[in-house]
């Protein structure tokens, strides 16, 4: 039953975190559905590990050119190189956010705003923001033309990621989306901003909850984590393909009427 269950966990996990419709609130909602247990915030961002994996498996040749660079120089690379420092700044208000969470209100998330009731009004309300973006006029920025200052703007809605039904690629594809991005390179840039935030939160996660994970046993957790990073994927090579031509639609309406369906079931 835990390798059902993990194997579930995954793949709700992988096909919802880069698509605009929010990863925890699917893991909790349908979890419920199914008749099994939430997973809780903790493991939740545990077998977001696995969409880590496929982010920099799927981006290992975008990422960083390294193949000219020596091992003695690479971290003096990195530092110059303009993405990895777009990367690191939009990082900051999610770090600072979630960290003060952790420290001072480690269990408000688990209350109130990981309810269902909570979850389907975020869930109209990224509908309307999402609606906005996507009617907002074409851009002309890029991840090559971009400024820091944009990358810090994304990274600010970024960080209300942390309540649960928000969608950190919803919101961080929309902010850029009515800033002026081209809809593809939102998208890429949207993901590779995920590569910190998502993994920081795995191992602060891991490290507040580790007897947690150990109950579990390895290979559970080894089987959540390979559905995690195949489904993920999947989702990663979709929303940039489907995304680029046909905007945010059918993600919005998929949001209201996920919305609704959780009101119904109150």
């Given at each position: 039953?835990?390798?059902?269950?993990?194997?579930?966990?995954?793949l709700?996990?992988?096909?919802?975190?880069?698509?605009?419709?929010?990863?925890?609130?699917?893991?909790?909602?349908?979890?419920?559905?199914?008749g099994?247990d939430?997973?809780?915030?903790?493991?939740?961002?545990?077998?977001?590990?696995?969409?880590?994996?496929?982010?920099?498996?799927?981006?290992?040749?975008?990422?960083?050119?390294?193949?000219?660079?020596?091992?003695?120089?690479?971290?003096?690379?990195l530092?110059?190189?303009?993405?990895?420092?777009?990367i690191?700044?939009?990082?900051?208000?999610?770090?600072?956010?979630?960290?003060?969470?952790?420290?001072?209100?480690?269990?408000?998330?688990?209350s109130?705003?990981?309810?269902?009731?909570?979850?389907?009004?975020?869930?109209?309300l990224?509908?309307?923001?999402m609606?906005?973006?996507?009617?907002?006029?074409?851009g002309?920025?890029?991840?090559?033309?971009?400024?820091?200052?944009?990358?810090?703007?994304?990274?600010?809605?970024?960080?209300f990621?942390?309540?649960?039904?928000?969608?950190?690629?919803?919101?961080?594809?929309?902010?850029?989306?009515?800033?002026?991005?081209?809809?593809r390179?939102?998208?890429k840039?949207?993901?590779?901003?995920?590569?910190?935030?998502?993994?920081?939160?795995a191992?602060?996660?891991?490290?507040y909850?580790f007897?947690?994970?150990?109950?579990?046993?390895?290979?559970?957790?080894?089987?959540?984590?390979i559905?995690?990073?195949?489904?993920?994927?999947?989702?990663?090579?979709?929303?940039?393909?489907?995304?680029?031509?046909?905007?945010?639609?059918?993600?919005?309406?998929?949001?209201?009427?996920?919305?609704?369906?959780?009101?119904?079931?109150?």
């Amino acid at each position: 039953m835990e390798y059902l269950k993990l194997i579930l966990y995954g793949l709700i996990q992988g096909l919802t975190e880069f698509i605009p419709v929010s990863s925890t609130a699917h893991l909790k909602v349908i979890s419920l559905f199914f008749g099994i247990d939430d997973p809780g915030s903790s493991l939740s961002a545990f077998i977001q590990l696995g969409s880590v994996l496929a982010l920099a498996w799927y981006f290992r040749n975008d990422i960083f050119n390294l193949k000219s660079q020596s091992s003695a120089k690479f971290f003096e690379y990195l530092l110059h190189e303009k993405l990895f420092r777009s990367i690191l700044i939009g990082t900051i208000p999610i770090v600072l956010l979630g960290g003060s969470i952790k420290l001072f209100l480690p269990y408000f998330f688990e209350s109130f705003l990981r309810s269902n009731l909570s979850i389907a009004l975020v869930s109209f309300l990224m509908a309307f923001f999402m609606y906005l973006a996507d009617s907002s006029k074409r851009g002309s920025i890029n991840i090559g033309n971009h400024n820091y200052s944009d990358s810090f703007y994304i990274g600010f809605f970024q960080a209300f990621a942390i309540i649960p039904g928000v969608s950190r690629s919803g919101v961080t594809i929309s902010t850029a989306l009515m800033s002026g991005w081209e809809r593809r390179d939102a998208a890429k840039f949207s993901f590779l901003l995920g590569l910190p935030a998502i993994s920081l939160a795995a191992i602060v996660e891991f490290i507040y909850s580790f007897n947690e994970f150990s109950s579990l046993g390895f290979l559970p957790l080894f089987v959540g984590l390979i559905t995690t990073f195949l489904s993920s994927l999947l989702a990663i090579d979709f929303l940039l393909r489907y995304f680029s031509t046909n905007g945010l639609k059918i993600f919005i309406i998929y949001r209201v009427i996920f919305g609704v369906v959780i009101l119904l079931n109150l």
